[in-house]
């Protein structure tokens, strides 16, 4: 790929919970007799025919052999280390460059699953180039949940300025600071949505 994010992109892409992680490459996991590596900007899958032990130790010796040989120059992965640590289950990250929660307005966006109390609740931060530019996106973002859900309710929390989106039935809350957007999508109960990120903007003022 143009870059380790993108190739990050591509490999979280596929990703699901539960996958056995391997110590291979930045990260990798296997998946039956499959094979995912992600290491700098190249992403390698190896897919077997079929699923017996052999076919096992035949991926993981080509997974190992094949890593081993590319080169990673260690460029950072914004994201990685912008999104807060508390109560994020690490293998649920994903990064769009493009089209994030399906909206062509959102580029350059992490989404993540928190724990939040006993909920798991999905968060998300997007990345603009300029402060005027990530203004432009919660615009945009304030249309789509006027068009699409019940409306919108501005509100100032513990001193952060918050967007709650009826989006029927379902919650999402907002927030811009600088260039960038974040908050908590589709959450059920409205309160939870709000307190969950007033969490997630305190942990990145950190």
Wanted: aromatic residues 10%; contains cysteine.
């Amino acid at each position: 790929m143009e870059t380790p994010t993108d190739a990050f992109g591509a490999f979280s892409a596929e990703r699901s919970l539960g996958e056995k992680p391997l110590d291979l490459g930045r990260e990798a996991y296997s998946s039956d007799a499959n094979y995912y590596v992600w290491k700098g900007k190249y992403y390698i899958k190896i897919i077997a025919s079929d699923v017996s032990e052999t076919l096992r130790q035949t991926g993981l010796e080509l997974a190992k052999r094949v890593t081993d040989i590319i080169m990673d120059s260690g460029e950072n992965v914004w994201g990685l280390t912008a999104l807060p640590k508390k109560g994020l289950i690490r293998e649920t990250i994903k990064y769009f460059k493009v089209d994030a929660l399906g909206l062509a307005f959102m580029r350059n966006t992490y989404t993540a699953q928190y724990r939040e109390g006993k909920t798991d609740v999905t968060a998300f931060l997007s990345k603009q180039d300029l402060q005027k530019s990530a203004e432009s996106v919660l615009t945009e973002y304030v249309k789509y949940a006027k068009r699409y859900g019940k409306g919108v309710e501005h509100l100032e929390v513990e001193g952060v300025e918050l967007i709650a989106c009826d989006m029927k039935e379902k919650y999402d809350v907002i927030f811009q600071k600088g260039p960038l957007i974040g908050g908590v999508l589709s959450v059920k109960n409205r309160n939870l949505a709000v307190q969950a990120t007033i969490d997630f903007w305190k942990q990145l003022q950190q």
